[in-house]
């Protein structure tokens, strides 16, 4: 799908999206919550169809409400299918892999487009030592592994993604009769565990640390327990939005929590820093365009924040500096290699330097023909981009938006976005 984006004004409000990070976790834990979970303001992107669809193979029931929620039914993890297709989703993947070895069932994890390039050495690695079977394609998808995991103190690293840490919290979670800890080194991303135990939380199972390095599980009489949830609006959409009203706003978006434990509230530290227009409320965020300026951010602990930041960086004078670009090598993209190519035909001079991105912003944004790379964030980065630039910008693989924010393209042109969907 090509989408054509040209130079826009906007104006008025926009709710942020529901955030897949807390509907895709919500869904797990709400599998190992034996009994009826309903999920209110649930979110239906390809990731958390993926989601959706792997509890259903792995024995529970959903059930879609005349009222827009969810109920999900469990019996705890009984497999229906042994195999499990996480779509392009790397959360589903390395969270839904320990949960499905809670079974004593040879499943098999497997999944689609880059999903299937991403190393998945660490179960190799880990699973082992708590009683799974694994096999893979010279360490990545399709795993085949048979269980049942049984919980036990190990040692693991954070360093790759906080992802598979998740799916070993959840596992456990349900699993743990006895007292145990998992011990952790080099975590990064540690919004994305306080995200995790935050969810397991809200589902009835209490799990404590030591500065992210220690993680203990106290028996429970009841591990998880069925539980009315409210899936949050999403920062990591909502960022591309607001960064939209810092280059063509002034904007209003509505629906965001301003406690949250997601990583990608951070982006408001960088509007703060970027001169734009900015007024927080718990009820809204208004931002607007102003004198922008280059800044400094470290996203480390939210590389999700890159093509929305490069995207900002565009259009600030002076060069902005963006460390942590060693976190995006095992995205749906090299985003770190796509945001330098894509955004150079628009006239942005990019320099990778070790773990620094630096973006050389200020000058005309041209007009040009981009690509998305089959990634999602990166077409949202370009789309909003263009808002701001001296020609429209076509995007070619415009759909790969429908990975985490389908309605993308429709919010902006309620906002006054010019754009042409071919």
Known sequence: MKVVVSPSRLTGTVQAPGSKSCMQRACAAALLAEGASTILNPTFSNDDCAALDIIQKL??????????????????????????????????????????????????????????????????????????????????????????????????????????????LMAFGAAAKEPVTIHVNNLNSKPYIDLTLQVMQSFGRTVTHDNYEHFYFAPQAVNYSPQVYTVEGDWSGAAFLLVAGAIAGPIIVTGLNINSAQADKAILFALEKCGCELTVSDSQITVGTGALKAFEFDATDCPDLFPPLVALA???????????????????????????????????????????????????????????????????????????????????????VNKSYKAVYNHLKSLGAAIAVD
Do not use: W
């Open 314 to 400: 565009a259009f600030c004078k002076g060069t902005t500096v963006i460390k942590g670009t060693h976190r995006l090598t095992h995205k749906e993209s090299n985003r770190a290699l796509t945001l330098q190519t894509e955004f150079a035909k628009m006239g942005v001079d990019i320099e990778l330097s070790g773990d620094v991105m630096l973006v050389k912003g200020g000058a005309a944004i041209n007009g040009a023909n981009v690509h998305s790379h089959h990634d999602h964030r990166i077409a949202m980065a370009c789309a909003v981009a263009a808002l701001g630039a001296t020609g429209s910008v076509e995007i070619e693989g415009a759909e790969a």
């Open 59 to 168: 024995g529970a029931r959903v059930v879609y409400n005349q009222d827009g929620s969810i109920t999900i039914h469990s019996i705890g993890v009984q497999v229906a299918e042994n195999v499990i297709n996480c779509g392009e989703s790397g959360l589903s993947s390395r969270m839904f892999t320990p949960i499905a070895a809670l079974s004593s069932e040879e499943v098999i994890i497997t999944g689609e487009g880059s999903l299937v390039t991403r190393p998945m050495t660490f179960f190799e690695e880990v699973l082992p030592q708590l009683g799974v079977r694994i096999s893979s394609s010279d360490g990545k998808l399709p795993l085949t592994i048979h269980g049942p995991l049984a919980p036990a103190e190990i040692e693991v690293d954070g360093s790759m993604s906080s992802q598979f840490l998740t799916g070993l």
